[in-house]
Every structure is written in C-alpha cells, then in structure tokens.
T-cell receptor, first 113, second 117 residues
C-alpha cells in the first residue's frame, strides 16, 4: 500500500543550524510529494511540492528533492530561524483514482535562539 | 481572505453526547474533507466530498456522519461521542481540476480540538 515514513521528533536545533528532516515513501504509480507545515495553533499549510522525479521544490529557504531511486523527499534548510519552529508533515498523492492524500506522522522542530 | 473556517475551536463533550463540527470555505472548492490528527499517527481521513450531494468514506469513518448540501459547507457530525474520538479535527478543501489533480494544494482550517470525557 501507499505510505509515508518520517523521522521521529522532536528535533531541537540552535538558530542558524542546518536542518534535515527525512521522509521516505512507498507508492504505486507516480506520486506527487508535498511538505506541509503546521505552526502553533494553526492549520497545515503547503510549504513546497514536487510532482516528478528529480524535481526540487523550494520555498522560504526550504528545499526538497524528489528522489525516485531512493523513494525519498527529505526536507532541508541551510540556516533555521526561531520562527521555523513548527510541525512538518511529508505527504504524497498517487494516481489511484481517489482523492486521498497520505500524510506522515509529522516531525516537530524546535529552534532555540 | 477567510479561506477555510472551522467552528468551534474547542469543545468538551461527555460520552454519548452529539455535536456537529462546522466547516465552511469561500474559495468555491468542489473537494472538501475531514481529517483527525492524533499523536504519533499523523492525519487520517475521515470523510470527503467531491461536490454538493456527494460524500464518501475515508480510512476512519466509524462514528462520524457527513453531508454536503452546498458547495461551501461540509459539517461533521458525531452522533454519540466516545473518548476514542478525542482528537484535533481539520477540515481541508481544494479545487477539483483534472489539470492539477495530483498537484493541487489542500487548504486547511485552523482545527477544532475535541475532548470527550
């Protein structure tokens, strides 16, 4: 079946540190891949996406590359800020004829000043 | 821009009580859905709708009912609340457009935190 596996958190970093949040997936067909972010007290919002192999999604200094050979979509940022503290969800959507997204369990990031 | 609006934000129920979580969107999105968010389990789809008058079950539909009488509204009903339904509930919507079927963004409400005692 289709699934998304994220690294467990919480991840605690100092400001300006490098961030990697791992995400791997299992999917039939050719999925689109997404990262959503949930800031405290808010709903999820799209951070970035990639729709085919080798695509790189980027936004707000975050990047993720769609790696079909390793079935991965790791989220990276070169220098995190306190304002990046949030929960990050990896998600996929497949050509299954349904309208369902598959979300990972989320990774909480805490950035200390 | 209102986007997706959920009410109430917080609710405490006793076991066996009923209630409705409201969801409204002003973006003319055909697709609307309800998720629940539980620690260590990510988001799980409860019910979804691809247009007025059309609803279908997600992966965890038991104990919940939905209806879609208008494009804008998609209420979630708990007929007899149980402690296992303690969770944070999110409503999400998107356009139903074949050109972005795989890539279209989901727009989420701010969530409704429900506690069942």
């Amino acid at each position: 079946g289709n699934s998304v596996t994220q690294m467990e958190g919480p991840v605690t970093l100092s400001e300006e540190a490098f961030l990697t949040i791992n995400c791997t997936y299992t999917a039939t067909g050719y999925p689109s891949l997404f990262w959503y972010v949930q800031y405290p007290g808010e709903g999820l919002q799209l951070l970035l996406k990639a729709t085919k192999a080798d695509d790189k999604g980027s936004n707000k200094g975050f990047e993720a590359t769609y790696r079909k050979e390793t079935t991965s979509f790791h989220l990276e940022k070169g220098s995190v800020q306190v304002s990046d503290s949030a929960v990050y969800f990896c998600a996929l959507r497949v050509t299954s004829g349904t309208y369902k997204y598959i979300f990972g369990t989320g990774t909480r990031l805490k950035v200390l000043a | 821009n209102a986007g997706v609006t959920q009410t109430p934000k917080f609710q405490v129920l006793k076991t066996g009580q009923s209630m409705t979580l409201q969801c409204a969107q002003d973006m003319n999105h055909e697709y609307m859905s309800w998720y629940r968010q539980d620690p260590g389990m990510g988001l799980r789809l409860i019910h979804y709708s691809v247009g007025a008058g059309i609803t279908d079950q997600g992966e965890v539909p038991n104990g919940y009912n939905v209806s879609r009488s208008t494009t804008e509204d998609f209420p979630l009903r708990l007929l007899s609340a149980a402690p296992s339904q303690t969770s944070v509930y999110f409503c999400a919507s998107r356009l139903r457009d074949p050109t972005i079927e795989l890539t279209g963004e989901l727009f989420f409400g701010e969530g409704s935190r429900l506690t069942v005692l």
